[in-house]
């Protein structure tokens, strides 16, 4: 046997004593346990009666209603077929004593729910621990046995075969017994939550609030809630920064905008400057044929006078022209500067616009 080897074998036989020690105080812990889940095993079956539980909620809200809250918490401590229920109604009467909190009750019963699972990590725990000390005490005396085996000690062969089947029995024992009280105290405590829940229902489920922890005066009126004080933080208005926003929305365009044929304003622009937030409809109207354009002379348009600019009605924007600096365009600013002039119309009678060539016959 090398140095690790007889390292390794040292650190087990170290391990001997702890893990026997180990696995009696988790024989121990188990049978209180088991003592404990028999005693509330007994409390339940002898003393549980939903109905009871039914009465007895609805008294104390009577009481506490009529204000006899002492008369109330009687009622509610009869509730005690439960350690679990016993120690929340325990807490919920201390806070209807000392503070009334309206939030109190719910979280007194998250946190019972959370010392339910508290309990049930005991026997939990126990289910796996059990099993691994029984294993772990049988494999560390299983070397020694061999040795004496190999020897010819019958006594050692013998003593150390009995306590590592021994080790193995308590850790197996430890592990059912653990099993059975997780499983049937899982049924139990939710149980139990469920009955702290419909209590809290029928003490609290009414729009009123009660009138616990207080009395009423010779007046015959309820004595106010405590007044929460608390001291207001003073606002530095050097370091708030107040935004700039419009008053209202303005009504009018901030630039000029084109107007239709004839010097008028378009009925959408209107719409929309008067009336921004309405959806726009428009009416389907009907339009006569416009005839065919004659033959224009170039030469004779060119000698016609330009068209004057007509003048807008009061209360209109003025139409935009090209002197007009708003329609100082530069090429580089202008997207569509490089395809051209556009016509307003297409051509009458199917005719190709200006430069664009002779329309491609039609075989």
Do not use: H
């Amino acid at each position: 046997m090398n140095g690790l080897q007889q390292v390794i074998y040292d650190a087990s036989r170290v391990l001997l004593w702890p893990v026997l020690i180990a696995a009696l105080a988790c024989l121990l812990w188990v049978l209180i346990e088991l003592g404990f889940f028999l005693y509330e095993l007994y409390l339940r079956f002898r003393y549980r009666d939903l109905d009871a539980l039914e009465a007895r909620t609805l008294r104390a809200r009577r009481a506490f209603a009529d204000g006899k809250p002492r008369t109330a918490y009687r009622n509610l401590q009869e509730n005690n077929y439960s350690i679990v229920v016993a120690r929340f109604l325990f807490d919920l009467i201390r806070n209807y004593q000392t503070e009334r909190l309206a939030a109190k009750p719910l979280k007194l019963l998250q946190e019972y729910e959370f010392y339910t699972v508290k309990r049930l990590e005991r026997t939990r725990i126990l289910v796996r621990v059990g099993p691994i000390l029984g294993l772990m005490g049988t494999l560390i005396l299983l070397s020694p046995t061999l040795i004496g085996l190999a020897s010819g000690n019958a006594t050692q062969f013998t003593d150390n075969l009995v306590v590592a089947f021994s080790v193995t029995v308590v850790g197996l024992l430890i592990g059912g017994i653990a099993f059975i009280i997780s499983i049937v105290r899982d049924r139990l405590y939710s149980q139990d939550i469920s009955d702290m829940e419909y209590l809290l229902e029928l003490l609290e489920g009414g729009n009123e609030r009660l009138q616990s922890g207080r009395r009423r005066n010779k007046m015959g009126v309820w004595d106010a809630d405590p007044v929460v004080e608390y001291e207001a933080v003073v606002d530095d208005m050097e370091k708030t920064a107040a935004i700039p926003v419009l008053l209202e929305t303005p009504r009018k365009p901030l630039i000029p905008f084109a107007s239709g044929e004839g010097g008028e304003t378009s009925d959408v622009a209107e719409a929309v400057w008067a009336a921004p937030a309405a959806p726009i409809t428009f009416a389907p109207t009907t339009e006569a044929p416009r005839p065919a354009a004659a033959p224009v002379d170039p030469l004779a348009a060119e000698a016609e006078p330009p068209l004057s600019t007509p003048t807008p009605a009061p209360g209109e924007a003025p139409p935009l022209t090209f002197d007009d600096p708003a329609m100082d365009w530069q090429r580089d600013e202008d997207p569509f500067a490089d395809l051209g002039p556009v016509d307003p119309r297409p051509p009458a009678g199917g005719a190709s616009a200006a430069g664009a060539g002779a329309p491609p016959a039609v075989s």
